[in-house]
């Protein structure tokens, strides 16, 4: 780790922060971190890894499962699972696809999940039980909401909104619009260091089991599932990109930091805030394919 | 493999045999077939798993092989690696990305990288180093080209041959239209069995080895590269569906036979000719679902 | 005028009303009026000629002349001339051309349209603009807003509320999107007569001259150029076919209503509920076709 | 004419000579020439009259002319009449509409009326009807096809032919797709100066009588229903911008050439080969708006 960070503070290319979200934009672009727990609870770190930062879109992880939880199955007759072939934000799939997502981890799958747990709340109650769930994951009770990146968002996030109410539009929210996208803003707002998030991914590397307590958070089955949705889905249009190098099921968020899941091996949280084309993390990404090379993670082969 | 043979045989719902290739339309859509061969060797098989079918696109594996063995990763330039949200014949997206296809898997991109294959060689002549390949890797000198479905495909491909005179238009082919497709329409017109396919399969289960002679057919690098691929775009726009259930890199042909890889444990190939409607063995991959679910060989946890 | 309300009056089909917005879907789907006014101010009616209803749309066209008035040429940067090919809330097109709408007709377009006429005003102010341009068009101060029409599309215009959101992201619209939307949902609740509506619609039959008063309301340039908006897009994507049958420029709205002009000659409104696939009167074009074929209106030839 | 023809000599802004066709990009772009024959016979003329150029798209509108005379409204079945929202080659469109092409005057939809023509005739013979109806309306048997134009498109037209290609796999063309072609690619390549091109044009200004002879080459209804066609989609995205700035229904060609018709009034011909974005004749569309604004023919309006 401490090599692979070294390295990484020595790349002069990073990316280019987010912009769009005037917060976001005023992070260093120095940083980096990461940690690696594996499956007995090692914990390996490098770089700031102990630093919050807004995980954005890794957040669509959390309340995919608690949606799932929730009303199992049923979900994916508001949202599907294949993968989008275009931005993260764009709009034109829901006008063919009359206005249903094509999979959780765009934006406009995300916020039908999110109105799924809505669902009769105030959005109040709603993010606790979010922001609860991923302290509970995490084991970790000092995880909060950053209030300026939310504010932040939800006075410039135009385009979610539009998003939100092309679904309301064709049926697919069921809460007011501005309940719904309330709860999406703060709930990509939360703010994690990689150790926090490592160990809130722990439980998606080890069949569902949270490895601390030896209780189940999900059935094998759905930890799989779960895995299969990041690995096709997780980078948005640069999705194939991090198959082919990385070669593990990931979630990226617009803030720079990545989770990604080595099935039966460990949970990996990388930041580094410079972004690629697609909205990823850009050296975030070739950290993680030093290491998947170094370690033979990929699932695909050595 | 019986069980499973024994289990499919009896399924009512089979799907529907491709209709578009006169050809494929008069097959039986009662075969099933289904063989394993795993790391060491050994072959399990259940049903009719030694009855030749035409294995259409997934002919796309191996050329892929081969281009990237003539040219490298400067294929990339022609073709992208990324999942296409859209049917395996769609046109729309050649459009808007300037005539480079998304990946090797759609038409668009397999005919892209025939032409590779193709380059400045007679259509005879780059067939037969096709044949030839894919005889090598099956260790089987038997394998035809089944010159009826070449020639019914051949007088009925107009989408294809929109395909490869749009991206010809976009200088994308560098052969004559017509070369590059009588090539396309023939390899795509193999016919094999499963235990053909699922030996010919093999090298890409064993870090680009070949088992029995212990020689390398490509690196492990690119073994495993072709894999993600597989995975990502390896069963058009049921690729997410596929890594739901099945969670194996694995690649499908409207004849109805589909390839899938177990990375570091074994090469699988089953055939039923029935398909869903994204034009995906309907029974096949069922099959496969529990398989791995027996085996629990999903690449994304037990 | 007579001959054609009771032949239309007897005609069993007479397409949809309009049931999204639920206000609308109250009217009794017999009603039928017609009026044309020629350039000397001689009125002919027939059926229901006195009757207001809900112009909806129509009311583009004197918000167009509006923002004109206002900013000139300068609407142009952010609205295009160009038929849309493509449905009237579609949001497929604002994608590829960056937040642009196609033309001033379609509900983006008009959305962007009333956001000029908003421009740093409050809408209450700006919408007392509007009705009273239209009232002086009309010669009749009482004319009114629908409140209830209004309060319907507000409560159900997720749709509208999308379009104006997504151009807002893009910078297209300058004041708060619920101010300009809020404004755009009332002038399209205004209820007018066929009578009425003729009598608004003159200026654009005689070169921009109110032929009451004989002052100019638009130069006969910017008449000119109004009438072929209306010939290219004034009835979403059914405007080749009112060209090809009608021949005359013209407007349509889901209330049921059309304004068309007859350049030099006549202004004419007429109105039944009933519509066709593309959301335009079915009787109201059917009615049109029968009096410019007889009159030897069509711009195109007798 | 000569004061238009003289203006446009000095302007140094012409656009751009089309290079996709590599005989077309050999014209002199200095070259211009205008000729007005009005309802009576007069003609007036400019600049280069008399020199032929590639009527390239505009070949287009007799065609038209001519399939309707074989099928009638048997037509409308396989080509639409809408404006189609996006440029003249864009294959976009036949996908979301299964192959049927919006209007008879983007390529496809050309494609589409140029088989119907060919309709179980040989390329030849299908050529040479569509060659001696052009002669007919002209009144001018010394028109050619230009054989090296036609030889070069045929070389390099890979976007028709894929164009051509998709509308066979939906069954919208009959003939096999390279007689349909050529048949195409020859009659675009006719030779023709403003002179003769204004002759042909004569019928659609005279509600479909030849004014010399006094026969009627189509019905008053249908030479009305083709300049609606021409007016609505004439010239391919730029078709708004020519109804507002020009008023007249018009066609263009890549080649340079325009050809308008003056309802009633006269039929114009123009030719500067300079291109705008649209493929539409630059000067040729300034030359035509000073002219409409002088005589006052738009049919907008004063």
Redesign the interface.
């Known amino acids: 780790m401490k090599e692979i960070a070294a390295d990484m503070a020595e790349r002069p290319e990073r990316g280019k922060v987010a912009s769009y979200i005037p917060e976001l934009a005023k992070i260093d672009p120095k940083k980096f971190g990461i940690v690696v727990i594996d499956d007995e609870g090692n914990v390996a770190s490098g770089g700031d890894s102990e630093a919050p930062f807004s995980i954005q879109s890794i957040s669509k992880v959390f309340t995919l499962t608690l949606a799932l939880g929730k009303i199992g199955d049923k979900l994916w007759q508001r949202v ?7 931005a993260f934000n ?7 696809e009359k206005g249903k997502p ?2 959780p981890f765009i934006n406009a799958g995300a916020i039908a999940v999110t109105d799924v747990i809505v669902s009769g709340h105030q959005p109040r109650e709603s993010l606790g039980e979010i922001l609860h769930f991923v302290r509970f994951l995490a084991e970790d009770n000092s995880i909060k909401i950053d209030d300026e990146v939310a504010a932040s968002e939800q006075r410039t996030g ?2 979610n ?6 679904m ?2 064709f049926g697919v929210l069921e809460n007011p ?1 501005h309940f719904t996208l309330g709860v999406y803003f703060h709930h990509c707002a939360i703010a994690m260091s990689c150790k926090q998030l490592a160990m809130a991914g722990r439980f ?1 590397a080890t ?2 089991i949270n490895p601390s307590t030896d209780m189940s958070v999900v059935t ?1 089955e759905r ?3 779960i ?3 990041m ?3 997780g980078h948005y ?5 991090f ?2 190098r990385v ?1 593990l ?1 990931g979630k990226s968020g617009v803030g720079g930091g990545i989770l990604a899941i080595a ?2 091996k460990a949970s990996i949280a990388v930041w580094s805030p410079g972004l690629d084309e697609n909205g990823n993390s850009y050296l975030g990404r070739i950290a993680l394919e030093q290491l998947t090379r170094r370690m033979g993670w ?5």
């Not at 249009?237 to 990109?241: K, L």
């Not at 990929?298 to 050595?302: A, E, K, T, Y």
Request: glycine share 14%.
């Open positions: 599907g699972r294949e993968p989008s072939g275009s764009s709009i034109v799939q829901l006008e063919y094509r999979n135009f385009r909104s539009a998003l939100a109410n092309y309301k539009s619009v998606l069949n569902g094998p930890a799989k599932r895995n299969s949705i690995m096709m889905c249009d640069g999705s194939g990109e198959a082919y070669g099921p099935p039966g990929s699932v695909f082969g050595v």
